[in-house]
Every structure is written in structure tokens, then in C-alpha cells.
T-cell receptor
Framework: GEDVEQSLFLSVREGDSSVINCTYT??????LYWYKQEPGAGLQLLTY?????DMKQDQRLTVLLNKKDKHLSLRIADTQTGDSAIYFC???????????FGKGTRLSVIA | GAVVSQHPSRVICKSGTSVKIECRSL??????MFWYRQFPKKSLMLMAT?????????EQGVEKDKFLINHASLTLSTLTVTSAHPEDSSFYIC?????????????FGDGTRLSIL
């Protein structure tokens, strides 16, 4: 089955850019998502990208997809203390199937 | 945008109690919803796929008689943890997608934190 890997921790200074990385094994992954989870809360969809795209930008968020290397990244520009949370990358092979999640990256923003 | 509502947000109850968690799609119909479980500081594990009008599909290792899923309408799926025990304490999250194809992302409820004493 699909294996999704993320680094567990990332610490950045307020105002810097954060880059959260995700690697996966199943090249048939069609839909790739980034979710944010704050303490005690559910998952908030941040952004998503289809496998026929290489890059997607939405305000401070930039998603890059390298299908050859099976690598997905999320860049947060001008990181703020409110961005401190756990970020999950999740992949899906086809429509209406369950997502396969990475273990999550805990982002800590230092003021 | 699409919104998924999950209730209750937190439950604390005694061992042996049955607990029902509701997952509603507020502004769209969802033929399929998913139930996940999250242990502390861990990722989400899929428990089951809830299908409107038919039986749920459970993942390996998930007891279907323990975790009863009912998807009675296109906007509501329920998860009932029967005769809950302390080891059932966890964070339960549901998700749903508008439509059957993947051009819409899955949206998650805010989760239910279940604590069994």
C-alpha cells in the first residue's frame, strides 16, 4: 500500500518561510492534500493539488509537486505564530476513496 | 464552501457506556463518508467507509460490532462506540466529499474527543 513520509518537527522564526516536505511511494496518487491541525481540533484543509499540476499558489501557501521524485512540499511564506500546528500531507488514488496520511509535521514558530 | 459538522466535540463517560457520534454534511449530499481515529501525537487511521443505504466497509482490525456505523441519509453518518472501555478513548474524526469524483477535496469534521473513565 501507499507509504507517506514526513519529517516530524520543524522550527522556524516568525517572518521566515517554512517548507514542509512529504514523500510517497505510490505513483498513481492522483490527489494530494495538505491539512492543518491545531491542538485539540479537527483537520482544516489548507490546499490541494492534482497530479497533473506541478505547482499551486494560494496567498502565503505554495505547493510544489515533483512526480518523478514522488515529493510534495508546502511552503508557508512569512510564517506567523498562528501557523504553529501539525501539518499533514494526505494522498488519494481516485475519487471518493479514503486518504492515506503522513504522520504529520509539527511546526513551531518562534517569535 | 463545503462544511462537515461533527457532534459532540467532547464526551467523557463511564466504562460500559455506548456513545454515538454524528457526522453531517451541512450544505451538500455525501454518498460516502469516512471515519478515522487518531491516537495522541499520531496520524489518522482509517476505521471504516460509510456508504449511504448500505453496510459500512471496515478496515482490517476494526471490530464492526464494537464500532457501529449507520449512514441513513445523504447528509448524516453516525458512529456508535458500543460498551466503551478506556482503550477506546481517542479522537474520532469524520470526513466527506461533495460528489463522487475527486475534483472536490475531502472536508473533515472538527472531531470528537472520547474519554472513557
Amino acid at each position: 500500500g501507499e507509504d507517506v513520509e514526513q519529517s516530524l518537527f520543524l522550527s522556524v522564526r516568525e517572518g521566515d518561510s517554512s517548507v514542509i516536505n512529504c514523500t510517497y511511494t505510490d505513483s498513481s496518487s492522483t490527489y494530494l492534500y495538505w491539512y492543518k491541525q491545531e491542538p485539540g481540533a479537527g483537520l482544516q484543509l489548507l490546499t490541494y493539488i492534482f497530479s497533473n499540476m506541478d505547482m499551486k499558489q494560494d496567498q502565503r501557501l505554495t505547493v510544489l509537486l515533483n512526480k518523478k521524485d514522488k515529493h510534495l512540499s508546502l511552503r508557508i511564506a512569512d510564517t506567523q505564530t498562528g501557523d504553529s500546528a501539525i501539518y499533514f500531507c494526505a494522498l488519494e488514488n481516485s475519487g471518493n476513496t479514503p486518504l492515506v496520511f503522513g504522520k504529520g509535521t509539527r511546526l513551531s514558530v518562534i517569535a | 464552501g463545503a462544511v462537515v459538522s461533527q457532534h459532540p466535540s467532547r464526551v467523557i463517560c463511564k466504562s460500559g457506556t455506548s456513545v454515538k457520534i454524528e457526522c453531517r454534511s451541512l450544505d451538500f449530499q455525501a454518498t460516502t463518508m469516512f471515519w478515522y481515529r487518531q491516537f495522541p501525537k499520531k496520524s489518522l487511521m482509517l476505521m471504516a467507509t460509510s456508504n449511504e443505504g448500505s453496510k459500512a466497509t471496515y478496515e482490517q482490525g476494526v471490530e464492526k460490532d464494537k464500532f457501529l456505523i449507520n449512514h441513513a441519509s445523504l447528509t448524516l453518518s453516525t458512529l456508535t462506540v458500543t460498551s466503551a472501555h478506556p482503550e477506546d478513548s481517542s479522537f474520532y474524526i469524520c470526513s466527506a466529499r461533495r460528489g463522487a469524483t475527486g475534483d472536490q477535496p475531502q472536508h473533515f469534521g472538527d472531531g470528537t474527543r472520547l474519554s472513557i473513565l
